[in-house]
Protein backbone atom coordinates (compact mmCIF):
# COMPACT_ATOMS: atom_id res chain seq x y z
CA UNK A 1 0.00 0.00 0.00
CA UNK A 2 3.01 2.42 0.48
CA UNK A 3 4.29 2.15 -2.64
CA UNK A 4 1.25 2.80 -4.31
CA UNK A 5 0.67 5.98 -2.40
CA UNK A 6 4.05 7.20 -2.99
CA UNK A 7 3.87 6.51 -6.56
CA UNK A 8 0.74 8.32 -7.08
CA UNK A 9 2.07 11.43 -4.63
CA UNK A 10 5.33 11.31 -7.05
CA UNK A 11 3.17 11.22 -9.88
CA UNK A 12 0.94 14.42 -8.84
CA UNK A 13 4.37 16.22 -7.98
CA UNK A 14 7.49 15.61 -9.79
CA UNK A 15 5.90 15.84 -13.72
CA UNK A 16 4.37 19.19 -12.77
CA UNK A 17 7.10 20.77 -10.88
CA UNK A 18 9.62 19.49 -13.74
CA UNK A 19 7.38 20.49 -16.38
CA UNK A 20 7.06 24.19 -14.77
CA UNK A 21 10.99 24.73 -14.33
CA UNK A 22 11.16 23.79 -18.23
CA UNK A 23 8.11 26.11 -19.33
CA UNK A 24 10.61 28.74 -17.13
CA UNK A 25 13.79 27.66 -18.49
CA UNK A 26 12.87 27.10 -22.42
CA UNK A 27 9.93 30.38 -22.28
CA UNK A 28 7.57 28.43 -23.72
CA UNK A 29 4.34 28.88 -22.25
CA UNK A 30 2.93 25.45 -23.32
CA UNK A 31 2.99 23.93 -19.83
CA UNK A 32 0.93 20.93 -20.44
CA UNK A 33 3.12 19.64 -22.96
CA UNK A 34 6.60 19.68 -20.14
CA UNK A 35 3.94 18.49 -17.88
CA UNK A 36 3.50 15.38 -19.87
CA UNK A 37 6.32 14.59 -20.90
CA UNK A 38 7.41 14.67 -17.54
CA UNK A 39 5.30 12.20 -16.51
CA UNK A 40 5.75 9.76 -19.17
CA UNK A 41 9.89 10.06 -17.75
CA UNK A 42 8.58 9.64 -14.32
CA UNK A 43 6.50 6.25 -15.62
CA UNK A 44 9.64 4.93 -17.62
CA UNK A 45 12.04 5.53 -14.60
CA UNK A 46 9.65 4.07 -12.03
CA UNK A 47 9.48 0.88 -14.49
CA UNK A 48 13.31 0.76 -15.10
CA UNK A 49 14.38 1.73 -10.88
CA UNK A 50 14.75 -1.89 -9.78
CA UNK A 51 17.09 -2.73 -12.89
CA UNK A 52 19.44 0.37 -12.46
CA UNK A 53 19.46 0.29 -8.53
CA UNK A 54 21.82 -2.81 -7.82
CA UNK A 55 24.96 -3.60 -6.40
CA UNK A 56 27.83 -0.75 -5.60
CA UNK A 57 24.89 1.67 -6.19
CA UNK A 58 22.65 -0.02 -3.78
CA UNK A 59 24.86 -0.05 -1.10
CA UNK A 60 26.07 3.66 -1.39
CA UNK A 61 22.89 5.51 -2.10
CA UNK A 62 19.77 5.51 -0.79
CA UNK A 63 16.52 4.93 -2.70
CA UNK A 64 14.86 8.50 -2.97
CA UNK A 65 18.68 9.86 -3.34
CA UNK A 66 19.12 7.93 -6.21
CA UNK A 67 15.68 8.92 -7.76
CA UNK A 68 16.64 12.64 -7.39
CA UNK A 69 20.02 12.19 -8.74
CA UNK A 70 18.13 10.43 -11.97
CA UNK A 71 15.48 13.20 -12.22
CA UNK A 72 18.52 15.90 -11.77
CA UNK A 73 20.70 14.58 -14.52
CA UNK A 74 17.93 14.22 -16.86
CA UNK A 75 16.60 17.55 -15.82
CA UNK A 76 20.11 19.35 -16.42
CA UNK A 77 20.42 17.53 -20.14
CA UNK A 78 17.02 17.98 -21.59
CA UNK A 79 16.93 21.93 -20.40
CA UNK A 80 20.63 21.67 -21.99
CA UNK A 81 19.16 20.44 -25.12
CA UNK A 82 15.81 22.55 -24.88
CA UNK A 83 17.93 25.71 -24.58
CA UNK A 84 20.60 24.62 -27.50
CA UNK A 85 18.05 23.65 -30.14
CA UNK A 86 15.24 26.31 -29.93
Do not use: D
Given at each position: M???????????????????????????????????FWGVLYLFIYILFPLLYKGKIKQAMNRYAFYALLYGILF???NILL???N
Open positions: KKIVLFIIGLMCIPPILGYLTTYVSNNPECEVYTGLIIICF
